[in-house]
């Protein structure tokens, strides 16, 4: 039977068999350690410096943190979230119009994560945008709900705004100089966007939103649910539960930051789960290089003592590797090595 939208039943009294993990894949949902939580950055700190080393910690212990004080107003944050409920309540033949498996199409909206490679479907549904340049793709993107465009067009430029501000302190957090990685990524860098749906699931403790999976962009910015918690991020042998925090936006470094970075700074394991009493929604902004875009570690972070970890590639190459495989096999970097 072929996967089927999730949000187009309107409710799931029982898990189809092709989301069941086998028992040692299962998120062990009572082993999670909750409390523990991942850095929290002010960006309103008056001195640069300190928050060039608050950045730099959080990007080498945790590969993930959350920023408060990030400059994008409340209101909008909650019109996205709004818009993007709006948008997996439409009825299912209207969704049905956007639906594809196809990575390369610009705007889809699929299921799980990459069905025609995986052997077990993850709980979520995701509508995946591209985004920059925004005249280019908007025009393709759900017209429905109405305020759609204007409300994730706005969302997307002061995202892309926040992004590059992050670029140049975590460059300047790797000793390299503040626009070294804006230039690595190229000005003209793409952004896309999954809208994630993750809808009530009856056996939680079976299954995924998604499986533990690094991002292959350079750096994510995730807009998570405020009501209901489900990001979990690896630290160690331990999985960690994220708690959203107040306006707080969630960033993780992505596998090209990790490759340009000569592997200084990891992009980590993280997964969403799924629980049975609250749907739970997210935005995900990934900042992507250009597709021609040569990555390869920064020259200033390798010679002596610490060779080149990773070949050079395009970024067109590491993306077509990427989706040709199921999302949770070993990390995706791990092909690009020079040695
Ligand atoms: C992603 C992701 C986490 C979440 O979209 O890549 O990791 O909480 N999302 O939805
Ligand atoms: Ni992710």
Known sequence: MAVQLLSAAPRHESMPEFYVRPESQRPRLSEVVSGADIPIVDLISSDKQQLVSQIAHACQSYGFFQVVNHGIPRELLEKVMEVAAEFFRLPREEKAKL????PAKKVRLSTSSNVRKETVHN??????????PLEEYMPG???????FKEVMSTYCKEVRQLGFQLLGIISLSLGLEEDYLENALGHEQEQHMAVNYYPRCPEPELTYGLPAHTDPNALT?????Q???????LRGAEWIAVDPQPDALIINIGDQLQAL???????????????SKAERMSVASFLCPCSNALIAPAE?????????IYRSYTYDEYYKKFWSR???????????KSY
């Open 141 to 147: 993107w759900p017209s429905n709900p109405s305020s």
């Open 221 to 225: 910015i995730l807009l998570p649910d």
């Open 123 to 132: 709980w979520r549904d995701y509508l995946r945008l591209h985004c920059y």
């Open 261 to 275: 970075s000569n592997g200084r700074y990891k992009s980590i394991w993280h997964r969403a789960i799924v629980n």
């Open 326 to 336: 199921s999302l949770d096999q070993e990390h995706c970097l791990e092909l690009f």
């Open 227 to 233: 009501r209901v918690a489900g990001l979990q991020v």
């Open 300 to 308: 200033k972070l390798t010679g002596e003592g610490s060779p080149a």
């Open 99 to 102: 639906y594809s498996n196809d």
